[in-house]
């Protein structure tokens, strides 16, 4: 009984970790397009640096056919894009100022991350 505690925690620990702490590597924006993969419950590349005043266009292209992965949100620019299953949709954002801007599915399940500096 006991083993199956410990194994019902560490499974929760792994839970906590993938969904509110981990932070993948940082990606370079630097023709001032990205393609983002949308599958298996990430954004791949998850964080973008770009220049502070400059344009930016995220393709993003999803390959999981989750509901949840069916929309992008950009609630601090009050962008909500649906994302079509396996063909790519292209976000286009004005010249931004410095500062962390995130991006997450209408569930915030998926969750990524502007950095602007």
């Not at 930016?56 to 949840?68: E, G, T």
């Not at 991006?103 to 915030?108: I, K, L, N, P």
């Amino acid at each position: 009984m006991m083993i199956i505690n410990l194994l019902g925690l560490l499974l929760i620990a792994l839970i906590v970790w993938w969904f509110w702490i981990y932070q993948g590597p940082t990606t370079q924006l630097d023709s001032g397009q990205i393609t983002i993969n949308v599958k298996d419950g990430v954004y791949d590349p998850a964080h973008i640096r770009v220049q502070a005043g400059e344009s930016a266009q995220l393709r993003f292209v999803r390959r999981d056919p989750s509901p949840c992965a069916s929309v992008v949100v950009f609630k601090d620019f009050d962008i909500s894009e649906e994302l079509p299953l396996n063909q790519p949709k292209v976000v286009s954002l004005q010249p931004m100022q410095p500062g962390h801007y995130p991006f997450t599915c209408q569930m915030q399940m998926y969750r990524g991350e502007l950095i602007v500096e």
